[in-house]
């Protein structure tokens, strides 16, 4: 079998199963290990999957721009957020980060609910000038025009002085194993600075993210407390609970 042929059939069997093993590859393809272990190594390089020890597992599904990652999975999101509304009570300090379903999140904040949001999301802090019980704070910085969040030392510094009750990430990819990682380092730094600074952390995630993985490290799996996705009930979260995870 030609190289070609070999990743086509590696790529297949990684979006049909999201993950494949070296050894199971090397019997189906009737190659050494090292073979496979070359060819996985070919396409991590080319930003086609992420290789670990022993196989690989997919990317995250999402575009990196903020505008074509609003327009995905729009049922899902309000689905996600609507569930998130129940971890909310007045009085509390929460972080959002800059993801879409954290802005489908300030969408939906019944305008009676009372709260302090930290956050360093252009499209967060202005569909919340609006709310009347909600004390925005934003943590300036240098925007980021295509994700549409502020970053850099001074937004790290800012985040870092606060003690929040609950922080809502947004996260790009979620792994049993892996945690949580992002595309892009300063963003993954930012989320990092938010989980530090949160007393509770709360994932908001379609399932197309979980059992994926990107380039940069956010926090370690445990460091979660809820996951609060589109469908709870799904077997494959349930290695999740096993971790103590609450997912709802």
Same mark, same amino acid.
């Given at each position: 079998?030609? #190289?070609?042929?070999?990743?086509?059939?590696?790529?297949?069997r990684?979006?049909?199963?999201?993950?494949v093993l070296?050894t199971?590859?090397?019997s189906?393809?009737?190659?050494?290990e090292?073979?496979?272990?070359?060819?996985?190594?070919?396409?991590?390089q080319?930003?086609?999957?992420?290789?670990?020890?022993?196989?690989?597992?997919?990317?995250?599904?999402? $575009?990196?721009? &903020?505008?074509e990652?609003?327009?995905?999975?729009?049922k899902?999101?309000?689905?996600?957020a609507?569930?998130?509304?129940?971890?909310?009570?007045d009085?509390?300090?929460?972080?959002?980060?800059?993801?879409?379903?954290?802005l489908?999140?300030?969408?939906?904040?019944p305008?009676?609910? #009372?709260l302090?949001?930290?956050?360093n999301?252009?499209?967060?802090a202005?569909?919340?000038i609006?709310?009347p019980?909600?004390?925005?704070i934003?943590?300036?910085?240098?925007i980021? #025009?295509?994700?549409r969040?502020?970053?850099?030392l001074?937004?790290?510094r800012?985040?870092?002085? &606060?003690r929040?009750?609950?922080?809502f990430?947004?996260?790009?990819?979620?792994? $049993?194993?892996l945690?949580?990682?992002?595309?892009q &380092?300063?963003?993954?730094?930012?989320?990092?600075?938010m989980?530090?600074?949160?007393?509770?952390?709360?994932a908001?995630?379609?399932?197309?993210?979980?059992?994926?993985?990107?380039?940069?490290?956010?926090?370690?799996?445990?460091?979660?407390?809820?996951i609060?996705?589109?469908?709870?009930e799904d077997?494959?979260l349930?290695?999740?609970?096993?971790l103590?995870?609450?997912?709802i």
């Amino acid at each position: 079998m030609l #190289k070609e042929e070999r990743l086509d059939y590696i790529l297949k069997r990684l979006k049909a199963d999201q993950k494949v093993l070296q050894t199971d590859l090397s019997s189906a393809l009737q190659v050494s290990e090292d073979t496979v272990r070359r060819d996985l190594e070919s396409l991590a390089q080319d930003g086609l999957l992420i290789k670990v020890r022993g196989g690989a597992i997919p990317h995250s599904p999402n $575009p990196y721009s &903020f505008q074509e990652r609003s327009q995905l999975h729009e049922k899902d999101k309000r689905r996600i957020a609507e569930k998130a509304l129940t971890l909310l009570h007045d009085g509390q300090t929460i972080i959002l980060d800059g993801g879409t379903s954290t802005l489908t999140l300030a969408k939906l904040l019944p305008p009676q609910l #009372k709260l302090n949001v930290v956050t360093n999301s252009v499209p967060v802090a202005m569909q919340l000038i609006e709310h009347p019980s909600v004390e925005v704070i934003f943590t300036g910085g240098r925007i980021n #025009k295509d994700s549409r969040v502020t970053g850099g030392l001074d937004t790290l510094r800012m985040l870092r002085r &606060f003690r929040a009750d609950l922080c809502f990430l947004g996260v790009c990819s979620l792994h $049993p194993e892996l945690g949580v990682t992002g595309l892009q &380092f300063e963003e993954a730094e930012l989320k990092t600075a938010m989980v530090e600074s949160a007393g509770q952390i709360a994932a908001l995630a379609t399932l197309d993210k979980m059992g994926t993985a990107e380039p940069y490290k956010v926090c370690e799996i445990t460091d979660i407390d809820i996951i609060v996705t589109d469908q709870p009930e799904d077997d494959s979260l349930s290695i999740y609970k096993t971790l103590g995870l609450r997912i709802i």
